[in-house]
């Protein structure tokens, strides 16, 4: 079957299309070496920015991960009596100390407060701290005081790094003399 139609389908019979090529003036040369030119520049100058930023953020993070977790922003000392030294922890095992500290002294009568606990961060000072909390002897506590607590460093914000007596003892402990047996005993050599 023969029709006189032509067949677009074929690519013997498709028209053949030419490419037509603009020739682009001199002046629309330069404004196109100017645009491609000004776009590479500002992605350039952005990603810089980006890098630039993101590199202050890092640094501010560390700087104030360091700040909160790793530098003490006090070292001071605590005079009282040690009361209980624990090893506490499920992944990270830790020494952990709780002591009664004089804050301030009206006259004779002391005001004890037993709420101060500390982590003890070494074998030997924990073995002193266990030495004194069996003798009932006041004792200075020095200690650094960070912002936070790592699980591996203790529970406690108060980090001990020395334990001694206290040699400008103004009074005995009050606790150490507490058994009402004790007591007898003083009252009778009294009389």
Do not use: C
């Not at 003890?120 to 004792?139: C, E, F, K, N």
């Not at 914000?157 to 001694?164: A, C, D, G, P």
């Amino acid at each position: 079957m023969d029709d006189n139609f032509n067949d677009y389908f074929t690519d013997e019979n498709m028209p053949e299309e030419q490419p037509q090529v603009h020739q682009e003036t001199e002046q629309e040369r330069e404004e196109r070496e100017i645009k491609e030119a000004t776009i590479e520049r500002r992605g350039a100058s952005v990603k810089i920015l980006l890098a630039f930023i993101i590199i202050a953020m890092a640094l501010f993070l560390g700087w104030w991960v360091w700040q909160y977790y790793f530098h003490p922003y006090r070292v001071s000392q605590e005079k009282g009596w040690i009361m209980k030294v624990s090893n506490e922890g499920t992944i990270f095992k830790t020494l952990e100390g709780e002591m009664i500290r004089e804050n301030y002294i009206q006259g004779d009568i002391g005001v004890m407060t037993s709420d101060f606990h500390f982590s003890i961060p070494t074998d030997s000072l924990a073995r002193t701290a266990m030495r004194y909390a069996g003798d009932g002897q006041r004792v200075v506590l020095t200690y650094n005081e960070y912002k936070g607590s790592v699980l591996w460093r203790g529970n406690s914000r108060h980090v001990v790094t020395n334990i001694e007596t206290d040699t400008n003892l103004v009074k005995p402990n009050p606790y150490k003399d507490a058994n009402p047996a004790s007591q007898q005993e003083g009252d009778k050599k009294k009389k």
